[in-house]
């Protein structure tokens, strides 16, 4: 069994910042990509920002130069820092990990998502 928990969202003032963490927990052996994407109210989920396990990191365009993704190998955490937040910013985010299990099999992992509203 393999879990994604993700923590760290709330509502947030326009130009707040937030920060989200994501572990990783379970007979896992490694952990390739981890991500995390959102979906906001009618529309399709979509990549906020990438990791590989060496740490190559890539962003939708709308967050580049506000939103940070890196991760912590030995604790199976990746996180989200989130600057200059916008209203538009506002959605459910998820955390997605590319994993190997123990017995060997590779997984797509979700976690269950964690909401972020940016507004006055």
């Known amino acids: 069994q393999v879990r994604l928990v993700e923590s760290g969202g709330g509502l947030v003032q326009p130009g707040g910042s937030l920060r989200l963490s994501c572990a990783a927990s379970?007979?896992?052996?490694?952990?390739?990509?981890m991500g995390w994407y959102r979906q906001a109210p009618g529309k399709q989920r979509e990549l906020v920002a990438g990791?590989?396990?060496?740490?190559?990191?890539n962003y939708a365009d709308s967050v580049k130069g506000r939103f940070t993704i890196s991760r912590d190998n030995a604790k199976n955490t990746v996180y989200l820092q989130m600057n200059s937040l916008k209203p538009e910013d506002t959605a459910v985010y998820y955390c997605?990990?590319?994993?190997?299990?123990?017995?060997?099999?590779?997984?797509?992992?979700w976690g269950q998502g964690t909401q972020v509203t940016v507004s006055s």
């Open positions: 990791i590989t396990s060496g740490s190559s990191t």
């Open positions: 997605n990990a590319d994993l190997v299990h123990y017995s060997g099999t590779r997984y797509n992992s």
């Open positions: 379970g007979s896992i052996r490694s952990i390739n990509a």
